[in-house]
């Protein structure tokens, strides 16, 4: 008899793999399934138990499904893709210098002058100096965002 | 972002991206806000936000930190994230720009 398709297992690393690239790709713009990648997890784990039951039916009625060598090189595929997941997220992303010597509450923050997207010359203290187009006065505060940029 | 203006506080975002390509990243997102080129990481290095050769190719680049300056030039606000996905979402700056007087 025609040994049936293992589709579980393919199922599993198919989930692994698309619940790794939709964080970069979608869920990281969304703070609500960035900060907690819960959304991830979740696709990830679904995933796994695919795997995992694929597997279990590859090698426990193996007279009646394949997949004992797909399902053990896409198993480890699938867990290699979640490790690689979870390495990212509570390791790689947390290696950050410290910043002990940043501008604190009730610091005077430090003037600068840069360049802006037209190449015209801006400081702190230009910027408070022209008018806001929305109030048509002087900011009453300025947000510094600084990030890391395409380099 | 024009709620923050409404409020009469500026958004000003700095990297170490040239204008060209800050200028490219603008169109594509759409945004309006000034952003501010920093290549040598001069404004980044008196903020203590260097994070040296953790960009392509070793290049130095800014860790994320946010910052609300009064028109006193005092610092009011300071955000350091110790994770450079979790960064200060839009709720956080409007209560910020709010208490502002």
Known sequence: ?151 | MAEIEQLGVEVIAVSVDTPEQSKDLQKKAGLTYLILSDPNAEAIRKYDLLHSKAGQDGHDVARPGEFLVDSNGVVRWVNLTEDFRVRARSEQFLAQARQLK
């Open chain 1, 1 to 151: 008899m025609e040994r049936k398709r293992n589709w579980y297992i393919w199922i599993g690393f198919l989930l692994c793999a698309v619940g790794f690239l939709s964080y970069p790709f979608f869920f990281a713009q969304y703070p609500i399934t960035r900060d907690v990648p819960w959304a991830t997890f979740l696709i990830m784990a679904v995933g796994l138990v695919f795997a995992v039951s694929g597997l279990r039916r590859a090698f426990g009625r193996p007279q009646v499904y394949k997949g004992k060598v797909a399902g053990s090189i896409l198993g480890v595929l699938s867990v290699a893709v979640v490790g690689l997941f979870c390495f990212g997220v509570f390791y790689a992303s947390k290696q950050l210098p410290k910043s002990a010597g940043a501008p604190q509450v009730g610091q005077k923050a430090p003037e600068f002058s840069l360049l802006d997207t037209n190449k015209q010359q801006v400081s702190l203290a230009s910027l408070f100096a022209a008018p806001l187009p929305a109030t048509q006065k002087p900011p009453k505060g300025v947000f510094l965002v600084f990030y890391r940029g395409y380099w």
